[in-house]
């Protein structure tokens, strides 16, 4: 990873969203969709109308950063299939499906996008690689800038680095680079198989999203939104023990046949990533990113307020040096069995972070819609 990335321009406003994981809409190929977890396009729609109006309007400088996984393509099949060889052409037809599957959040993007000092930057996350392949990112900018440009002064796909990095302090990660399962390459995103066709260079937790979770979604809904893993497999070995047990054997087998074993089209990462991935992925009860973004702080002490997505946990921590954390969570739903979180909460948590003269003032929001449009989160 480059490290000498370029700061980015400061706008006055930035609107940090992340992990909404828009799919292939109510029903793709004809078919009821199961995978389809995003419910909010007509509140979407009203909160990108509000961060371009009234005191967000022409005279005020907003950059709506989509923080990683806004797309979902690893829940849209092909042809009926969740495919791990994926290439431009899948990778396309993807995109296509999404875009039909949510029309009215497209038509509000390309509207934020055209109206005075309004600017879209979006970073990649561990659902939504497929921008990695150029026509995508091609096809997508088009699709919201307002006069359909490539490039685009408007829109910003960002795929050669994980991070925005603004003059003042404020710095932005999807986050998924943190956790050895889902991390992308972002030198090498693709690679070749046997054929010579490029594939992209999807991580073990992307198989494991497509081969595992979305074949048993069908018989257990939330399966992809429980959290934390742990607490799940121990109450399912409790309470539903064949599917849990079935769960437990696919996912080893496809860990193993991933990690461990050479794949005809490229090589396993070996021995001890494969531990490190399941020392994590095991020994994480709450897997929340604080002590990864203290680590960044820690590193960088021009940073003062570092913003991540990933974990779908809406988070605000305040430290006693006045540096802070903020996890903008996700708009999905999520069913929590940590009891620090229990229940089965259905968050619209965004960040908003002015510019200050002396620096950036950050806050996590909740959007309400009508009436109150946002609030603090309080938790």
């Known amino acids: 990873m480059d490290e000498s990335i370029k700061a980015q321009p400061s706008p006055e406003i930035v609107v940090v969203i992340s992990d909404c994981h828009l799919s292939g809409g109510r029903y793709v190929e004809g078919k009821f969709n ?11 729609e ?24 806004f797309l979902d393509f690893l829940n849209v099949p092909y042809l009926g299939e969740f495919e791990e060889a994926i290439t431009e052409q899948i990778a396309l037809a993807k995109w296509s499906q999404i875009f039909k599957g949510h029309p009215r959040v497209m038509s509000a993007l390309k509207r934020f996008a055209s ?56 710095e932005i990660h999807h986050g998924n680079q943190f956790e050895e399962s889902n991390q992308l390459d972002f030198n090498r ?11 992209l260079n999807i991580p073990w937790g992307s198989i ?39 769960f437990l054997s696919l996912s080893t087998f496809y860990f193993v046949r991933t990690r461990l074993q050479s794949l005809r089209d490229r090589q396993a990462l070996g021995f001890w990533k494969s531990i490190k ?7 994480n009860f709450f897997l929340d990113l604080e ?47 940590d009891w620090r979180y229990i229940g089965e909460p259905s968050r619209r948590t965004f960040a908003l972070a002015r510019k200050l003269d002396q620096g950036w003032d950050a806050e996590l929001h909740q959007w309400n819609g009508s009436g109150q449009p946002y609030a603090p989160y309080l938790g």
């Open 34 to 44: 199961p995978h389809e977890d995003f419910h909010f396009d007509r509140d979407m």
């Open 46 to 69: 009203d909160f990108f109308r509000y961060f371009s109006e009234g005191r967000y309007g022409e005279g005020c400088s907003v950059e709506l950063v989509l923080n990683g996984d």
């Open 115 to 170: 109206l005075p000092k309004k600017k879209i930057t979006y970073l990649v996350g561990n659902h939504d690689a497929e921008l990695f392949f150029p026509k995508v990112s091609e096809a997508i900018t088009r699709a919201w800038d307002p006069e359909g440009c490539f490039p685009s002064d408007k829109v910003q796909v960002v795929t050669h680095t994980d991070r925005l990095i603004y003059p003042g302090g404020l």
């Open 189 to 199: 995103p693709f690679h070749e198989s046997p054929s010579g066709e490029k594939l």
């Open 208 to 246: 494991y999203v497509m081969k595992i979770v979305n074949r048993l979604k069908a018989e257990r809904q939330n399966l992809d939104k429980i959290r934390p893993f742990k607490v799940f497999v121990l109450m399912g070995l409790l309470f539903d023990f064949f599917f849990t047990l079935k």
């Open 277 to 283: 991935i399941l020392n994590q992925e095991t020994g």
């Open 291 to 337: 002590a990864q973004a203290r680590g960044v702080l820690a590193a960088n002490p021009t940073t003062k307020t570092i913003i991540f997505g990933h974990t779908h946990l809406p988070m605000h921590r305040v430290y006693e040096d006045g540096r802070q954390y903020i996890n903008t969570g996700t708009w999905t739903k999520m069913v929590m069995l």
